[in-house]
C-alpha cells in the first residue's frame, strides 16, 4: 500500500455549495442554471461553488475552449467565489465496465477543462449499480475498477488534480470494508476518497442498500470516518437519518433534523481535516434547500472555528 499524503493542516477551509443540489431531485424538472446557482451561493455567505458536471451545469463537453472556459471563470471570479471540485459526468464510461482507453479519454476532456478553469480536485464515483455485477464477476470487475482508478489517479496528479472518490449507497462498493479495500489496492496517494457524511451515515448506521447481512459499524458514522480518516481528500458535509432518496442513495437533509454527529465525525477525520482547502454542503434531492442553505453557512463555520481551536465536541446541533 501506498501511503496518502499529508493534508495540509495550517490551512484555513473555505465553504462550498454543490451545484447539483439545485438540479437533481425535486429540481430535476425545472433546475435552476448554474449562473442563477452562483448567485444564490454567493449571496448565502459561501466562499465557494463545487460544479455539478451534469447538463445543464458545466459540462466539460460543451466547454472545451480556452475562450468559453475564460467567461466561465470571469463570472465565477466576478461573484467572489472560488470553485471547490469538479464532478463531471462519468456515466458512458463506468470504470469497472469500460475500455480503460476510453475511461481515460473521457478523463482526458474533465481534465482540459480543470485546467482552464484552475480546479484542483475532480470526484468521481464507481457508476455502476449495486446490484448490477454478478458475484461471479465482481473480483474481475474489481480488478478493472482498480485498474482505471490507478490510471486515472497517475494521469490526474500529472495534471494537478487530486481524484476523489465519493462512495454512495447507489453505486457498488458501498459497504465499509469495500470502501476500505478499494482505497488500499488502488493505492495512488493522487486517489483520495471523498467522505460525505450522508453517505457515511446510511453506510455504517443503516446499512443501506448493503444487501443480505448489512454490514454495519459499532461506532456508526465515526467509527467510518476514523477508518477512512488516512485517506481523506475531500469532505461533504450535511444531515442523514438513514433514508434513501427513490430507493437509489442518500437523502441529504438540513442540519438538526437527522442524525449524524458531526463533532465525533470531524474529530475521528483528525488533523487534517481542518487543511483542507474546502468543506462543501451538499444538498443534493433536498426540497428545501432555497430556504436552508443560507443558515448552513454560519452552522459549518461554527464548526471548523471549533476544530481549529480543539472543542468541535462543544458545538451544539442546530
Known amino acids: 500500500m501506498v501511503a496518502p499524503e499529508a493534508v495540509d493542516g495550517t490551512r484555513e477551509p473555505g465553504i462550498s455549495f454543490g451545484s447539483w443540489a439545485f438540479s437533481f431531485g425535486p429540481f430535476s424538472g425545472r433546475p435552476w442554471s448554474f449562473e442563477d446557482v452562483c448567485r444564490f ?3 448565502a455567505g459561501y466562499d465557494a461553488i463545487e460544479i455539478n458536471g451534469f447538463r445543464p451545469h458545466p459540462h466539460d463537453e460543451d466547454l472545451d475552449s ?9 463570472f465565477v471570479d466576478d461573484l467572489g467565489l472560488g470553485i471547490s471540485a469538479y464532478a463531471p459526468d462519468f456515466t458512458t464510461v463506468p470504470p469497472a465496465e469500460a475500455p480503460l482507453e476510453s475511461y481515460l479519454r473521457r478523463l482526458d476532456s474533465v481534465l482540459a477543462f480543470c485546467r482552464r478553469m484552475g480546479i484542483t480536485a475532480v470526484r468521481t464515483d464507481t457508476v455502476t449499480g449495486p446490484d448490477a455485477v454478478p458475484p461471479d464477476q465482481a473480483e474481475a470487475r474489481f480488478g478493472q475498477l482498480v485498474t482505471a482508478f490507478a490510471a ?6 500529472d495534471a494537478g488534480v487530486t481524484l476523489l472518490w465519493e462512495f454512495e449507497p447507489g453505486f457498488w462498493l458501498n459497504r465499509p470494508s469495500q470502501v476500505v479495500r478499494l482505497l488500499t489496492e488502488v493505492g495512488e496517494p493522487n486517489f483520495r476518497v471523498l467522505f460525505d457524511t450522508a453517505h457515511a451515515y446510511t453506510g455504517a448506521v443503516a446499512g443501506a442498500r448493503h444487501g443480505a447481512a448489512p454490514e454495519l459499524l459499532d461506532g456508526g458514522e465515526v467509527e467510518y470516518a476514523r477508518r477512512l480518516a488516512p485517506w481523506l481528500g475531500h469532505l461533504h458535509l450535511i444531515d442523514s437519518d ?3 432518496h427513490d430507493d437509489d442513495t442518500s437523502n441529504h437533509l438540513p442540519f438538526g433534523t437527522g442524525g449524524v454527529d458531526f463533532a465525533g465525525v470531524l474529530d475521528a477525520l483528525g488533523p487534517a481535516v481542518a ?7 451538499d444538498f443534493c434531492f433536498c426540497p428545501t434547500t432555497e430556504a436552508d442553505a443560507g443558515p448552513a453557512v454560519p452552522y459549518v ?4 472555528d471549533a476544530v481549529r481551536s480543539g472543542q468541535a465536541d ?4 442546530p
Do not use: I
Open 41 to 43: 451561493t454567493a449571496d
Open 66 to 74: 480556452d475562450a468559453a472556459c475564460a467567461d466561465l471563470r470571469r
Open 152 to 157: 486515472g489517479a497517475r494521469r490526474c496528479a
Open 242 to 244: 438513514g433514508s434513501l
Open 275 to 281: 487543511g483542507l482547502p474546502w468543506w462543501t454542503v
Open 301 to 304: 463555520r461554527s464548526l471548523l
Open 314 to 317: 462543544e458545538v451544539a446541533r
